[in-house]
């Protein structure tokens, strides 16, 4: 869980760790508020929990079913009633690397609109640091990596391109 050091915790969100600010703070909250009755009603705490983080973090619409499920796992887990908010699902993981220029941030535009068009959930991380993007193997930046993988270097893939990227790895993946 969390430590007071940390004002966020991370959530499995069809199975990508999202980081939430509050997602502690914000339990206690809700557990308070219940006065117990978490226990029985653990989806209207999820619920209850969800408009709470949605205060401080951007969670998109066509996601809020996404999360309220994830929330409604973490809530049980917690209240120890033998689901776990942490099972591995199995994440597509998307690095975007460059040093944060006009060419990485349209990537990171590009991507951002197809997961959402395609309600993909995905751990989506822009990283700036030489060393990580040299250790992908890229000399020539901008890039993008799905799982491990340097699809494109040294360019702007087209919308067409990071569709086909992310659909072929997706592909068979159960999307709930």
């Not at 199975?15 to 557990?31: D, M, N, P, Q, S």
């Not at 901008?142 to 569709?163: D, F, H, I, T, Y």
């Amino acid at each position: 869980m969390e430590t007071p050091s940390t004002p966020h915790g991370r959530l499995r969100v069809k199975g990508i760790a999202v980081g939430l600010v509050g997602l502690e703070a914000t339990f206690e909250t809700v557990y308070k508020e219940l006065d117990g009755a978490a226990a029985t009603y653990p989806r209207v705490a999820a619920g209850l929990h969800l408009a709470l983080l949605e205060r401080r973090n951007y969670i998109p619409a066509s996601a809020r079913a996404d999360y309220l499920d994830a929330l409604d796992r973490y809530w049980q887990e917690r209240l120890g009633l033998g689901q776990s908010a942490t099972r591995d699902e199995g994440p597509l993981v998307i690095r975007i690397l460059g040093k944060g220029c006009v060419s990485c941030r349209k990537i990171e535009d590009i991507v951002r609109s197809v997961l959402d068009a395609q309600r993909i959930g995905a751990d989506l991380e822009h990283l700036s640091d030489y060393d990580e993007i040299w250790r992908h193997g890229v000399l020539n930046p901008p890039a993008l990596v799905v799982n491990g993988k340097v699809v494109c270097a040294g360019r702007v893939p087209s919308r067409a391109q990071v569709e086909t990227f992310i659909s072929a790895l997706w592909k068979g993946r159960d999307k709930t």
